[in-house]
C-alpha cells in the first residue's frame, strides 16, 4: 500500500473519530490544530489557565488516539 493510501485511510479514520467528540472537544482541537490558536489565547478565550487548557487538550487527544488505536 502506497503512503498515500495509507495517510489517506488514516485522514479518513481521524475524521470519524473527531465527529465522535463532544461538539466543544471538535471546536477545541479544530481551533489549536487547524487554526492555529495557541494554547494561552485559548486559555484566555475559555477563562481558564494555560494549565488547564493544556490538560484539556491531553484529554481530547488521548481520547482520540484510543478511538484510532481501536480502529473505531
Known sequence: MSIFVEQKIMLEMLHRA????RE???LLIYKYYYVGISQNQLAEQYGITRQS????????????REMLERKL
Do not use: S, T
Request: net charge positive; hydrophobic share 35%; no cysteine.
Open 53 to 64: 487548557m493544556g490538560e484539556r487538550i491531553e484529554r481530547i487527544r488521548r481520547k482520540l
Open 18 to 21: 473527531m465527529a465522535q467528540l
Open 24 to 26: 466543544d472537544g471538535q
